[in-house]
């Protein structure tokens, strides 16, 4: 196989008084990167807290340069299924479709002339990390707002999945060294 596959975990903790610092849930991932350039990230994601609880699964494609082509997610809320869909973004035409199903939307099918955009995004925590690639670090420290298309607007992507626009504002800060549980890094 030509393909590289990096994966590893992330524990979600709590900042609220009397659980600082306590995981609430967690997420395993895998970026699989491609000899043509393109790249799948899967992830699946506990939590725990707060009620009622959150199990996503998410695969997104990405084409050579970042191009998001296509996410697929399942979604269980208090341990019921919330919702499946896929969307899928053409490039050449600048739409992006969805085809979703969920108990409290039925089967759903839709269409968007999107032009450009940066990202699905996610929900993943590995998600967020991957759409600041797209920061240039070369500029130095700088804000950028970026147009992205998500399942779901809930801060926690726990409604069905259909699409919704945003926009999100990342800022680059400079660079650091960090350490945390699992080591010591350089990081941007």
Request: overall charge neutral.
């Amino acid at each position: 196989m030509k393909h590289r596959t990096v994966s590893g975990k992330i524990r979600y903790t709590s900042m609220k008084p009397g659980m600082a610092g306590q995981e609430r849930g967690r997420e395993w991932f895998s970026f699989t990167h491609h000899t043509d350039g393109s790249m799948i990230m899967r992830a699946t994601c506990e939590i725990e807290e707060p009620d009622p609880t959150v199990l996503r699964d998410i695969t997104y494609h990405l084409g050579p340069d970042m191009v998001p082509l296509n996410l697929h997610v399942h979604l269980t809320i208090g341990d019921q299924f919330m919702g499946s869909g896929w969307l899928r973004h053409d490039p050449e035409t600048q739409i992006v479709e969805c085809e979703s199903f969920g108990p409290s939307i039925g089967r759903v099918s839709q269409q968007v002339k999107a032009g450009t955009f940066d990202a699905f995004g996610t929900h993943p925590v590995v998600g967020d990390g991957y759409l600041a690639r797209k920061m240039d670090t070369g500029k130095g420290p700088h804000r950028r707002t970026m147009r992205c298309f998500l399942p779901s607007p809930d801060h926690r992507g726990a409604t069905p999945p259909l699409i919704a626009e945003v926009n999100i504002v990342l800022e680059y800060v400079g660079e650091e060294e960090k350490t945390v549980a699992a080591g010591t890094f350089k990081c941007r």
